[in-house]
């Protein structure tokens, strides 16, 4: 069967600060600029999830998207919108809350409910402009 890509655009608004707790304010500014802002800053996320695998003979999906539509929901929308990433969500209290960081931990919280048959690949919109995709290792 040919392998297919579906695709699920989702999005969610959160504030965050870019800084490492081991440098100080000044060399965070040089390096992150605005976005070391103490007070924070916030983005509105635009998140595609992609999907590729083979079309399955008896549904004609690759993978039904109304079951994404909820994954995204509870493990991406629920955890993210509207919150202070550094401050509200475990995993940022540590690792530092960049678009690219924050699109490998999102690809982490999907793949383990993903099937290991279907590639997975996210595409995060920081702002219109600024976007990354990450595959997996």
Partial sequence: MPRVTVHRKAHFNAAHRLFNPKWSDEKNYEVFGKCSNPNYHGHNYELIVSLTGEVDKETGYVYDLGKLKELIKSEVEEAFDHKNLNVEVEVFKELNPTVENIS???????????PKNLDLEITLYETPRNYVTYRGE
């Fill in 104 to 114: 490998i931990v999102i690809y982490n919280k999907l793949r383990v409910s993903i």
